[in-house]
C-alpha cells in the first residue's frame, strides 16, 4: 500500500509540474496574440488612412461581395 500512497505522490507531482508548463504557454501564447492584435490593428489603420488620402471625398466605391447582379453584368455568371 506504501509503494501505491509513493506512486500517487509521484504523478500528482509530475502532474502539477506539467501542468505549470501548460499555464506558462498558454500565457506566453496569449501575449503574443496581443500583439499580432496590435500590429493587424495598426495595419489596418494605415490601411484606411491610405485608402482615405488616395480617395479624399470618402467615397470609396459601393462594391459588395457576392453581388449576383454585379457578376453577371461583368458576364462572370
Same mark, same amino acid.
Given at each position: 500500500?506504501?509503494?501505491?500512497?509513493?506512486?500517487? $505522490?509521484?504523478?500528482?507531482?509530475?502532474?502539477?509540474?506539467?501542468?505549470?508548463?501548460? $499555464?506558462?504557454?498558454?500565457?506566453?501564447?496569449?501575449? $503574443?496574440?496581443?500583439?499580432?492584435?496590435?500590429?493587424?490593428?495598426? $495595419?489596418?489603420?494605415?490601411?484606411? &488612412?491610405?485608402?482615405?488620402?488616395?480617395?479624399?471625398?470618402?467615397?470609396?466605391?459601393?462594391? &459588395?461581395?457576392?453581388?449576383?447582379?454585379?457578376?453577371?453584368?461583368?458576364?462572370?455568371?
Amino acid at each position: 500500500m506504501r509503494a501505491f500512497n509513493w506512486l500517487m $505522490q509521484v504523478y500528482n507531482f509530475v502532474w502539477m509540474v506539467e501542468s505549470r508548463h501548460q $499555464q506558462r504557454l498558454a500565457w506566453r501564447e496569449a501575449a $503574443q496574440m496581443r500583439a499580432a492584435r496590435l500590429r493587424a490593428e495598426a $495595419q489596418a489603420a494605415v490601411q484606411a &488612412r491610405a485608402m482615405l488620402d488616395a480617395n479624399p471625398s470618402g467615397q470609396l466605391g459601393s462594391a &459588395r461581395l457576392d453581388d449576383g447582379q454585379a457578376l453577371e453584368g461583368s458576364g462572370l455568371l
